[in-house]
Structures are given as C-alpha cells and as structure tokens.
C-alpha cells in the first residue's frame, strides 16, 4: 500500500472554518449522503508539481477521428497523418470534440502526453457533475487507458461568465481531482469576457490549476506593422497577475497561467509574420507562463463532420495533409526553442516583469500595467537594444521585455536540487519587435547592449541557455569597468532566452 505523505495543514477562511490538508499524492475530498462532495483537502501548487513532471506545455488542437455530436452539427474533422504530426514538435494534441480521445494517434505515437478541450462533453459548461460522476468519474474507458499522460483538462471553453457556470466549474474541479490526481484543471477565457474582479472570483471559488486565455491579435485591419507586444503583454501580465494571487489571493497559493497561439489564417486572410508568431512563444515564457496551445492543428471547411481542408490551415498548404507549410517549419523551431528552455522555466517561478523603451520611432509605448524597467534592486544596470544591420549597430532600436525568475523551492513542491548553485539570478529577455511587412524574424534582429553588476556574485559570471541545443553557455564580456560587466547577444524580431548569474 502506497504511504500518503501529509505536508500541510493550511487553514482557509470561507464563511466557516475549514481545515485543509494537502497530500503529497491525491487530493482526499469524500462524497457525503447526496452525492456532492465535501471539501477538505487542497493540495498546494499543484501546478508546480505536474509541470516539472510533465514538461513545459506546447499543445495543439487536433480533432478526433470520430468527431461528431449527437443530433446536432460539430466541428470541422480530417484525417491525421501520423508523418505530419511528426514535424510538428508540439508536445501532445488537445482533443477538442467527442469522444475526446484519439485511440488512433496513440497506436503511431504510444506514451505520447495529450490534453483535453471542452471537457466533460465536447461542449461548453452547461451542467454540473452528476452524482453518477461525483462517485465513478467521467473519463472513458478509452480515455483512462491513457490517464498516466493525460497533463491538462479544459472544461468547456469561453463561457459567459455567471455565478452558475463558477460553481459548475468548481463542482468538475472536485470530481477531477478526486479521480484524476495528475491532471491540471482549468477553463478558457478571451481579455473581456470576464473582468478581471470576476477572473479573481472564479480563481478564489473554483481554485483552477492555471488560467488561460485567447486572443488572435494579428490580422489584415492591424494599421501598425510593429503592432503586437504591448497589447500582449498587458493581457499576459493581466493573467499573470491573477494567477500569482492565487487561490486565497495573498500569493500564498498562487496557480500557473498561459495561452493560445493564433495557429490559423485571421479573418480568413491574414497570416501571421515569423516575428508575429515568436512573439506568442517568448512574451508568455518572459512573463512566467508555462501553457501555450496551437489553435489549431488543421481546419476545415465548415461544420457537421468530416470536411476537405481549406487554406484557413497555417501548418499546411492549402489545408492540404502531407503538405506542410514554411509555418509547420517555424512551429516546429519555435516549439524546439522554447522546449530547450523547458527544464529550467518549470522549476522557476516569475517574480518580476519590467518594460524597456525602444527609440522612439519604433516604440510602441510603455503598457498600462507593465513598470519601466529600474536597475535599482537588480543586477542589471543597463540595457537597450538596436537593429543589427548588415552586421552593424543601428541608431534605432524596438522595445524589450525583462522577466525575472526565482528558484521555486520544495516547499512549494519545487525541485531546487536541480540548480547548480541557489543564489542565482535568472532573467528572460525578449525582443519585442514583430512587424507584418518582414516576412522573416532574422531582418528584426536587435543587438541586446546589457550591463550587469556582479559584484554580489563570486564568479561574476553570465550564462545563456543556447535555444538551440538547451545548452547553458557562458558568455564572455565585451568590456568590464568598476560600473559593470558589459555584454551584447543578438535576438531575432519575437525572440527571446533565459539568463542566469552566478
């Protein structure tokens, strides 16, 4: 028999006094007389625990090969071919349409880790669980065939929000918790549809494991071709925000947060640039987000079941299976990158996020609820970043973004036996230039100018993680002066990677 570890007594206020305790394995709610089930236990950052185990999360909508609802017309299905799917990089297919599984993919591509979307139903939150549900679950025999890689389940999607659907919600957390401990639990939201006063509400009541949202910012009526980075950031730093709240909104049980990535031709005719893209990638791992998914993988032509492809698709040509696009190449890049800086951004947690003015004729201005960045109190004294042209310097230079990251310890169900030293500083930086006239993100490159005062530091030493092989690599200084140690690296338009000092 399996010995439960207790680690936490916490006491929760909610109108009474109740007494949590979390365990380490599953949480320990008990149904009472009617079915419902009574709380008691909440297990601490959840989060934590099942992205160090599962991996930073890139997913991808994928329909099911028996996509359809009953009585009613569903989503636009296909036929997957396993040699697409392999290009992709993604690191599992969010099923999004009954029966919510595809036995077929896991016979090509067995112990592969998969979400769901629109759960329990393939539909939006309509009811609650059912007392049959409360006791046995709603997962099928299929799809418990592959719970051991099952990482997120998200229920319904895009609800109004109400009083009604909050409590549905958190009735499903329940159930899912008690009978499937190693999940993430979480709904989907748009910037707008719930105010943020409601987005803390549910977070409070509901207690999600991470929030998310989608928003499809770039399409054919944008007038500004650097558009992107500052109307992202203030949604990502939005989600942010409430997600470190957390649960009893103190910071004391703060959740994870992430988003969607616009993976389809906007308004039927734009498509989105390279930098456009790798911004969706590198702003949500600066501000701290460990969940990104693919909306999505291929799109038909309509709705009520199986439907040719149209060049709605980005990954493929003309929507066409087994001809990928320049996007399936760049998805797959970008996938790489940021799965390289993985292992690291899963065992740390945000804890700052700092804006940095470009020159003003390519600076889309300070967001509303992004702080300028302020050397005080870090170790980075000055930064700024210019075009790299023709292998020279521009006198210009775009917008960057900083996040700043600390160890998550193991009290917070982190693993800080992987870093080497836990002093360490670790910073993100991202270039925030995206622009819908460069069809390449090498032509927005900025050469990043970066001094850091290392004097607290004993080695006075600067690590990147090379995105390209997930390598730490020290970086040698170009100048260094009783004011700092000078560094310059390049990061293409979107682009960004993790620092660290020790």
Not at 257 to 282: A, D, H, P
Not at 416 to 436: E, L
């Amino acid at each position: 028999m399996t010995q439960k570890v207790w680690k936490y007594l916490v006491l929760f206020l909610t109108g009474s006094l109740f007494l949590f305790v979390g365990c380490s394995e599953k949480e320990n709610n008990k149904k009472d007389d009617n079915g419902s089930i009574e709380e008691i236990s909440a297990e601490r950052f959840r989060s934590n625990r099942i992205f160090i185990k599962h991996g930073l999360q890139i997913q991808c909508w994928l329909a099911t090969d028996n996509f359809k609802l009953a009585g009613e017309a569903g989503q636009p299905a296909y036929v997957m071919q396993p040699s697409d799917w392999a290009l992709t990089g993604f690191t599992g297919p969010t099923f999004y349409g009954p029966p919510l599984v595809n036995t077929s993919f896991f016979k090509h591509f067995p112990g592969n880790q998969w979400a769901i979307a629109k759960a329990p139903h393939g539909d939006q939150i309509k009811v609650g669980p059912t007392d049959h549900e409360k006791q046995s679950g709603f997962l099928s025999d299929d799809q418990k065939t592959y719970l051991d890689k099952l990482v997120t389940i998200c229920f319904g999607d895009e609800e109004v929000y109400s009083d009604t659907n909050l409590y549905f919600l958190k009735d499903w957390y329940l159930t899912a918790r008690k009978h499937y401990p190693d999940a993430l639990l979480h709904n989907n939201q748009y910037p707008g549809l719930w105010s943020t006063s409601n987005l803390r509400k549910y977070v409070k009541v509901a207690l999600p494991d991470l929030i998310t949202y989608d928003r499809y910012y770039f399409h054919t009526s944008d007038n500004d071709d650097y558009i992107g980075a500052r109307d992202m950031s203030q949604h990502l730093k939005t989600y942010r925000d409430v997600a470190l709240e957390g649960w009893d909104g103190n910071k004391k049980e703060y959740i994870a947060f992430g988003q969607y990535i616009q993976g389809f031709v906007n308004q039927g005719t734009y498509k989105l640039t390279e930098s456009q893209l790798r911004l969706y990638y590198f702003m949500t791992l600066t501000f701290g987000g460990k969940w990104l998914n693919w909306f999505r993988y291929l799109q038909g032509d309509g709705y009520g079941g199986a439907t040719a492809p149209t060049p709605w698709s980005l990954l493929f040509e003309n929507g066409i299976p087994g001809r990928p696009s320049i996007y399936m190449t760049w998805a797959n890049q970008c996938n790489k990158e940021c799965l390289n800086l993985g292992d690291y951004l899963v065992r740390l947690k945000t804890s700052d996020v700092r804006y940095v003015a470009g020159t003003s004729r390519y600076s889309e201005g300070q967001p509303d609820n992004v702080d300028v960045f302020n050397p005080a109190g870090s170790c980075i004294k000055q930064i700024c970043g210019r075009f790299f042209i023709d292998g020279l310097e521009a006198d210009d230079g775009a917008d960057l973004y900083l996040g700043y990251f600390d160890i998550i310890p193991k009290e917070e169900q982190g693993d800080p036996s992987f870093f080497r030293k836990q002093n360490a500083d670790f910073f993100m930086v991202t270039n925030g230039m995206a622009s819908k006239l460069e069809q390449e993100a090498t032509a927005l490159s900025q050469m990043v100018t970066l001094t850091l005062d290392l004097s607290d530091f004993d080695n006075q030493k600067l690590y990147w993680v090379n995105t390209e092989t997930g390598e730490k690599e020290e970086l040698e200084a170009v100048n260094r002066t009783e004011e700092g140690s000078t560094y310059k690296f390049l990061l293409k338009g979107g682009t960004g990677t993790l620092f660290i000092v020790e």
